[in-house]
């Protein structure tokens, strides 16, 4: 390896397999051995405590020095993160639990919590004088990408499934994206578009610049330590698509460790998938080494219908090594969460939100999950982008004349005698 010393906190990109280093550019295999790479830091370099952190501002880029970006005039910031950690007092009763919290992800610049890496990705892109920037997306990255790509000048392509949300491909088009909609699955837009950023010699966030994009949802951890007064949870639910996020969490967690921002604890990380679409549970479940692709995926929490799952295998051992458990969601028991959650906390999210809690649900239930943890669940996006999904399953309004009659006759409310 050669020339690293130019670099600050970046030490190098690491196979995860064989633990070769290369210098930290655009690539993302190695090619000794075809493992992924991962951003390995100069701890040496990186100075914190906890008061570090008392005059940042609240997006993600408090975490500087733990993010993979060497140069702050790249960073291209919509104020993703520092989402609200809500206190879920009567969920927590619905379900059984004494503690348990929520962060709520649906609240970022774009809805969901891949705003956190598409910002580092987007930054990454502009250090690496990208031409264009891009991503494959099963529907929310697609977004958060454009959104950035927009704030930073860049031009933009996504490649996504044809069949996703209609709101989800509005909202990344007005961004200005071009929209590339295949027929077919999420493993078949992710091929063209590595084939694409290969070609091109583009920076697409979760295909070329992977190893520095997945870093960004770290954020999701350490953002749950200072909201919960620098302790941790006990057990932290999340759902799984590519696998990518709930490894990041892992990785948050410990990173924070290893810099003693908190204490040496244990933290299960339990893994939530939907029932049509659940490679990771399933070889969760089998104690495989393999994760077995889905070839046609079919369920509604289309966010997490990676049939194929990139960070899948490292996704299992991360939830087998923390104590975690992997568990599915029916299409119904997703919907039935969806509306748990709303008419409990307020909090109105898609799908895949629905899939985190369900299971949640589950593991309470089977006892996996004891009471007295104390449990943070990530809702990782908004409702509002999926309506079509819950729009059959939930009562439609009643019309009625513009009178206090028709009103109280309506809602079977008590006729008053001056009500004529
Ligand atoms: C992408 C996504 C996930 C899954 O993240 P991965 O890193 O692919 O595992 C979860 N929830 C929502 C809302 C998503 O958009
Ligand atoms: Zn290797």
Known sequence: MQEVSKLNHIKSLKCKKCGREYLPIKTYVCEECF??????????????????????????????????????????DLGAGYTILHKCNRLAKALGLKKL??????VNPTYSFKDRPATVAASKALEF????????????????????????????????????????????????????????TYDDANRLAAQAAETYDWAFANINIRPYYVEGS????????????????DHVVVPIGSGALLCAIQRGFNQFKKLNLIEDTKIRVSGAQPSGCAPVVNAFKNKSNDVTPIEYPDTIAKSLAVGDPGSGLDAVETIRQSGGIAETA??????????????????????????????????????????????????????LKATEAILHHIPEPVEIEPNLGSFAKTFNLEVKKWQK
């Open 129 to 184: 004088h990208a031409k264009a920037f891009g991503a494959a997306s099963t529907g929310n990255l697609a977004a958060a990408v454009a959104a950035h790509a927009a704030k930073a000048g860049l031009s933009c392509y996504v490649f996504i499934p044809a069949d996703i949300e209609p709101n989800k491909i509005v909202q990344a088009s007005a961004y200005g994206a071009k929209i590339v909609a295949i027929k077919g």
């Open 35 to 76: 493992g992924p790479l991962e951003v390995a830091y100069n701890y040496n370099s990186i100075e914190l405590n906890r008061k570090s952190f008392q005059n940042r501002p609240n997006t993600v880029w408090r975490y500087f020095e733990l993010l993979p970006v060497q140069d702050k005039t790249k960073i291209v």
């Open 101 to 106: 919290y929520a962060k709520d992800d649906s």
């Open 330 to 383: 029916t299409d119904t028991e997703i919907l039935d969460a969806i509306k748990l959650l709303a008419k409990t906390e307020g909090i109105f999210t898609e799908p895949a939100g629905g899939v985190t809690v369900a299971v949640l649900k589950k593991l309470v239930e089977s006892g996996e999950i004891s009471p007295d943890e104390k449990v943070v669940c990530y809702v990782t996006g908004n409702g």
């Open 218 to 233: 770290k954020t999701l951890a350490f953002e749950v330590c200072e909201q919960l007064g620098w302790k941790t949870p």
